[in-house]
């Protein structure tokens, strides 16, 4: 089969190679119909080399067909239309019987002292071949995949198995009152669904940050008010005058260890006067108001030294963060996905690509050129 395969930093080609076969009795084989590009997937792109390794199949936003189920998969059969979670969790250990799913016991990766695994996502997650790929062996599929209806397009299901579930468990985590406040940082998808989840789930002023036109706009378009940072001397001080002096209820992250800043900010991390990429972490802890809550949804791997502890402490922040536990919101999400639409999937993706394409897409998306905003990729164009 053809895949999207890692070789090296800044260097993803679509290579031959073999098809997957069931290998566990709880396996199944997807056809995959639809896999999309995550921001998530620009950290291996770019910045985590150390943690792959040449050959591996990057991707954990697909869906498609079921071609073959193991003998212990009963929930699903072949024919069925599935979207597959980016998470991998079996849904009878201690943790996803509490909804983390994203800490599964069966599949966390002990030896890293990581979390569940994940598709396409390093030796740290399992190191699990991906999703962007025509063919996608799913293990724990007695409980990961989610069966959607025939007939709407991918885009209406698609984003269930990452996008939804993580800006939904951001905005739930954001705790943000009824008629409350919350600032989005980061518009990219996940950012965009933060803004109109939000808004859906009743918070009456949401305030968007990032620096992409088109993106600002189209979080503008849902309803958000929005500061470009670097337009402004210091969203922080931004975010006080506009809220006289109270900041916000609620602040989400969804930026991540990608962040970029403005001009100093580069020379500063040149020079190591500051600590690298965490500008938007700093800039959205600093925009929370006094008893709120912090929402971290951004990805931040490794130690990072310099963090505001007497901040939080003064202001009395709670904050929330971690992965996504994608089968916890399921049952919430998919009825929204409807021909109303009120999430607005269906304007989401900007760029819908043959697989082939692929190397082509990851360096636009990180370059953020021809207004992408989200890349999906079609294994088997019609
Ligand atoms: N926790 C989870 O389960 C989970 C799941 C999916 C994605 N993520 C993470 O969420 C983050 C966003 O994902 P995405 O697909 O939307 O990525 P993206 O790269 O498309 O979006 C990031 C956005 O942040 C903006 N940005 C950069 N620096 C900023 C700053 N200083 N202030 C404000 N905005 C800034 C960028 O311009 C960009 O629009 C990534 O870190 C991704 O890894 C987490
Ligand atoms: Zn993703
Ligand atoms: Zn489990």
Redesign the pocket.
Known sequence: MRALVWHGKQDVRVDTVPDPTISEPTDAIIRITSTAI???D??LYSKLGPAMKEGDIIGHEPMGVVEAVGSEVHNIAPGDRVVVPFNIACGHCRQCQRDFQ?QCETTQNVSFRKGASLFGFSRLYGAVPGGQAEYLRVPQAQYGPIKVPQGPPDTRYLFLS??LP?AWQAVKYAEVPKGGSVGV???????QMCVRIARHLGAERVIA????PE?LALAQRWGAETID?SAVKDVTDEVFARTSGSYLDSVID????????SLADSVLQAVKAQPDKL??LH?AMGCVGRGGTLSV???YVGQFPLFPLGDLFDKQITLRW???NVRRWVDDLLPLLTDEDPLGTADLATHLLPLEKAPDAYAMFQK?EDGC?KVVLEPHPK
């Open positions: 995550c921001g998530s620009l950290h994203s990452d996008v993580t940082f980061g518009l990219g998808p996940i950012g940050v990032d620096q992409v993106r940072f969804a930026v991540g260890m990608e962040a970029g800043g500008v938007a800039n949804i951004g990805v971690g992965q996504a953020k905003i």
